[in-house]
Nanobody, 119 residues
């Protein structure tokens, strides 16, 4: 099965940029979808961006024009530009995978990486 590891989080400043990376490793057949979610303190988890094979990426309204999701084979990147304090949250990588070609999709989650935007 897949394991997801996020990296690239940390401190940023308003108007700046950060790049989050999520690498999938382990034994699995195929990744159908990779996505980024975030959860700010006191708020519900929200979908930030998702990318499904063969489809256009989908973004939350709050990040459209500022964030870009991209993927190679087993890594998904979230490029975050023009950051705002409201972007402060724990960001989670998510992947819908098929462990074998005959398996249903299985949702895997990373442990999350903290993003804190000042000013």
């Amino acid at each position: 099965q897949a394991k997801l590891e996020e990296s690239g989080g940390g401190l940023g400043q308003a108007g700046g940029s950060l790049r989050l990376s999520c690498a999938a490793s382990g034994s699995f057949h195929r990744i159908e979808t990779m996505a980024w979610h975030r959860r700010a303190p006191g708020n519900q988890r929200e979908l930030v961006a998702t990318l499904t094979s063969g489809r256009a990426p989908i973004y939350a309204d709050s990040v459209k024009g500022r964030f870009t999701i991209s993927r190679d084979i087993n890594t998904v990147i979230l490029q975050m530009n023009n950051l705002k304090p409201e972007d402060t949250a724990v960001y989670y990588c998510n992947a819908d995978v098929k462990i074998t070609r005959y398996s249903p999709v299985w949702s895997e989650w990373g442990q999350g990486t903290q993003v804190t935007i000042s000013s």
